[in-house]
């Protein structure tokens, strides 16, 4: 066994020593208790300049019995600097162990030569281990054993620690998302070992160093928003570690496997900068110094194995269904092109550069009375003279169009140049649409909270895409008077069952009269589709989250829901109606419905009953209003910010084609009409009238 030398000072201290033991020898046949026995070693430089000098006394020769009373010989080898010339004046070396035995009662010719062992190792003078910074050290160590960080998930650390096991076992969990599985390198279990990346300030591997954090931080900007730090209290971690060779940047420049090797997360600074400081004291005492692998293994705080992400379960709250007078709907006085359907059309007709087209139709009251409207894919302006769309239209996944009276103002991210949506997508074939938004207020600063699903597309085909994760995005409303630069400030991950989207449609705290925000969802299918129903005290969507499992309770985590209500769309409304709850959506108990119709609860929650045909969109299919198969309708909901308590509501929809060319005859540029929201207009009342 042996170990190397380590000091900030002295380069006395490039050596290594070993010591040698027979353990319990025992002796057969004939023995010669008088023979010597020798043990002998040489030191070979690999390395010009760094000569390996030998301690005297090394080794011991003794006769048998000596060996067998105290069996034990040590060595120590030291490497000056000399004339080295590597930056760290790095040296290697060999040391070979050689015994013999010599008898002339039993050899009287020869002596036998035990086999002999060898084992390398490596001096340095590394500037970069941090003593601190700068300050030159010096060592030794054994450079044929590949060392393993035991990161113990202490309460100090214990977030950097469950980021670190996450992205080692449960990577597709992780961020930047990817098309492709995940493959994060670093754990024992992965035969992959991570490198250190290391240099003194101005080489290649500092500046690569560099390269990796700013690409961690660009990273996280990009999936946590433009402001994550949330005022310098949360760092961007990433792992692996910009200080490997496996970092965000120099683990691959391969566009194909640009996301799946590493991952990046704001964690609290505190906890951030004391994992820091364990990393670079196991660099220090173990001498990790540039290219040397090493393993990183997460631990319990007691040093047992890590329990892997934890999550609450069980009954957060019981479930509390309310009493009302529950009626049968009935609806009346349907108007068609209700307003503000004719404000978006002059709109589009004749902006410059702002929305001319868009689905999903969320709306939201600001604190000062405007209105702000929410879509997901979005045309751009403008239209040609004759009122047909350009095939060069800017094209994006988010905006939002403010509405000041009949004025409009389209907000987006990007520049005027080269527009783009409000959320950047996170990576390759990855987009966002929005779903339903609220205004919440926090130490006192009013925030737009707007849910955001994330899609990827797996396969050519126009439907070729999945649902990924779910987000709340955060966003300014200190400059809602400019059209560009409304990225979020920040996004934080919210529940994110595959398939499972959450943002169909929100209830603020402030109409459900319970003090809880209800947050709705959908069991996404081809038909059939299912509602799930979350809720969380007051406005704050990123709060802790309870979800609904009749006749159990709302539960701690979100694979304890259950589906509720069969046949909703990807998109609808819950709305207080006459002491209770209407649910309105486009059916999908049938492919492209063209049926709009509201159920009613006296919960928020459910169930939902007496089900009642609102209205029936006119435009889908081959005998509706455009007499073209390719038409659709979708995505229907109440706009609490055009209706006043109890109505008459106004409800939008959305229409599209499946014609997805990118041509003059194709319908998106022949007729831009087509894509556009419908509102309408329309009384519902409980059968009987109102108590």
Same mark, same amino acid.
């Given at each position: 066994?042996?170990?190397?030398?380590?000091?900030?000072?002295?380069?006395?201290?490039?050596?290594?020593?070993?010591?040698?033991?027979?353990?319990?020898?025992?002796?057969?046949?004939? =023995?010669?208790?008088?023979?010597?026995?020798?043990?002998? @070693?040489?030191?070979?430089?690999?390395?010009?300049?760094?000569?390996?000098?030998?301690?005297?006394?090394?080794?011991?020769?003794?006769?048998?019995?000596?060996?067998?009373?105290? @069996?034990?010989?040590?060595?120590?080898?030291?490497? /000056?600097?000399?004339?080295?010339?590597?930056?760290?004046?790095?040296?290697?070396f060999d040391f070979d162990l050689l015994g013999t035995m010599s008898s002339p009662k039993i050899w009287p010719s020869s002596a036998p030569v035990i086999a002999p062992g060898q084992a390398g190792f490596r001096c340095d003078s590394a500037r970069y281990q941090k003593w601190p910074v700068g300050v030159q050290s010096y060592g030794c160590v054994f450079d044929g054993v590949r060392s393993i960080w035991t990161f113990k998930a202490t309460a100090d650390v214990a977030q950097t620690a469950k980021h670190v096991?996450?992205?080692?076992?449960?990577?597709?969990?992780?961020?930047?998302?990817?098309?492709?599985?995940?493959?994060?390198?670093?754990?024992? *279990?992965?035969?992959?070992?991570?490198?250190?990346?290391?240099?003194?300030?101005?080489?290649?591997?500092?500046?690569?160093?560099?390269?990796?954090?700013d690409k961690s931080i660009a990273t996280c900007k990009t999936n946590?928003?433009?402001?994550?730090?949330?005022?310098?209290?949360?760092?961007?971690?990433?792992?692996?570690?910009?200080?490997?060779?496996?970092?965000?940047?120099?683990?691959?420049?391969?566009?194909?496997?640009?996301?799946?090797?590493?991952?990046?997360?704001?964690?609290?600074?505190?906890d951030n900068q004391a994992a820091g400081r364990l990393l670079e004291e196991f660099y220090r005492t173990e001498r990790v110094i540039n290219t040397d692998e090493? %393993?990183?293994?997460?631990?319990?705080?007691?040093?047992?194995?890590?329990?892997?992400l934890q999550e609450p379960e069980g009954i957060s709250s019981p479930i509390a269904n309310r009493q009302c007078d529950l009626r049968q709907p009935v609806v009346s006085n349907v108007q068609k092109t209700a307003p503000p359907e004719q404000t978006f059309n002059d709109y589009a007709r004749t902006t410059p550069n702002g929305w001319t087209g868009g689905d999903s139709t969320f709306s939201v009251k600001l604190p000062d009375g405007r209105l702000l409207f929410l879509f997901s894919d979005t045309f751009l302006g403008p239209l040609?003279?004759?009122?047909?769309?350009?095939?060069?239209?800017?094209?994006?996944?988010?905006? %939002? =169009?403010?509405?000041? @009276?009949?004025?409009?103002?389209t907000l987006r991210g990007g520049t005027a140049a080269t527009p783009k949506g409000l959320m950047t997508p996170a990576a390759e074939k990855h987009w966002y649409w929005l779903g339903d938004g609220l205004i919440h207020n926090e130490g006192g600063t009013n925030y737009l909270q707007v849910l955001f699903q994330e899609y990827?597309?797996?396969? /050519?085909?126009?439907?070729?895409?999945?649902?990924?994760?779910?987000?709340?995005?955060? %966003?300014?409303?200190?400059?809602?008077?400019?059209?560009?630069?409304?990225? /979020?400030?920040?996004?934080?991950? =919210?529940?994110?069952?595959?398939g499972v989207g959450w943002g169909s449609a929100l209830l603020p705290a402030s109409r459900s009269g319970d003090g809880y925000t209800y947050i709705y969802g959908v069991d996404d299918a081809p038909i059939n589709k299912q509602m799930r129903v979350a809720r969380v005290r007051g406005t704050d969507l990123t709060g802790d989250w309870e979800y609904l499992r009749p006749g159990t309770g709302w539960m701690k985590h979100e694979k304890e829901a259950a589906n509720v209500f069969t046949g909703i769309a990807n998109e609808?409304?819950?709305?207080?109606?006459?002491? @209770?709850?209407?649910?309105?959506? *486009?059916?999908?108990?049938?492919?492209?419905?063209?049926?709009?119709?509201?159920?009613?609860?006296?919960s928020p929650h459910g169930p939902w009953q007496l089900e009642t045909l609102v209205y029936h969109m006119p435009e889908p299919g081959p005998y509706g209003s455009y007499q073209d198969g390719t038409i659709f309708a979708y995505n229907a909901h109440i706009h609490d910010t055009l209706s006043p308590e109890d109505g008459p509501f106004t409800l939008s929809y959305n229409v599209n084609s499946f014609d997805s060319q990118v041509s003059d005859t194709a319908h998106h540029y022949r007729d831009p009409s087509i894509y556009r929201p419908r509102f309408v207009k329309f009384s519902m009342t409980p059968t009987g009238g109102t108590r």
């Open positions: 066994m042996g170990h190397g030398h380590q000091d900030k000072d002295s380069p006395a201290a490039r050596k290594v020593k070993y010591w040698m033991m027979l353990d319990d020898p025992q002796a057969f046949g004939k =023995v010669d208790y008088t023979a010597t026995l020798s043990f002998t @070693g040489t030191c070979k430089s690999y390395t010009a300049g760094a000569p390996c000098q030998a301690a005297p006394g090394n080794g011991r020769t003794d006769t048998v019995e000596g060996w067998i009373a105290a @069996g034990y010989a040590d060595w120590e080898y030291s490497s /000056p600097e000399g004339s080295n010339t590597s930056p760290d004046k790095i040296a290697f096991w996450t992205a080692q076992f449960k990577p597709n969990l992780t961020r930047p998302p990817s098309v492709k599985d995940k493959e994060i390198p670093g754990s024992i *279990q992965s035969g992959t070992p991570l490198s250190r990346l290391a240099g003194a300030a101005g080489t290649p591997e500092a500046n690569s160093h560099k390269a990796n954090r946590f928003g433009a402001q994550y730090s949330r005022n310098q209290t949360r760092d961007c971690d990433e792992y692996p570690m910009a200080s490997t060779n496996q970092g965000a940047w120099t683990g691959s420049n391969d566009p194909a496997v640009e996301t799946h090797h590493y991952s990046v997360r704001p964690l609290k600074s505190e090493f %393993f990183v293994d997460v631990v319990a705080a007691d040093g047992g194995p890590y329990p892997g040609k003279s004759d009122g047909t769309r350009p095939t060069n239209a800017p094209f994006v996944n988010s905006t %939002f =169009v403010l509405k000041d @009276g009949d004025n409009l103002t990827y597309k797996f396969g /050519p085909g126009d439907w070729d895409f999945r649902h990924k994760a779910n987000f709340v995005a955060w %966003f300014s409303l200190a400059n809602l008077g400019t059209t560009h630069g409304h990225e /979020p400030l920040y996004v934080d991950p =919210v529940p994110s069952t595959p609808y409304s819950v709305t207080p109606w006459y002491g @209770g709850f209407t649910v309105l959506s *486009q059916t999908s108990t049938a492919a492209f419905s063209g049926e709009i119709r509201a159920s009613v609860s006296c």
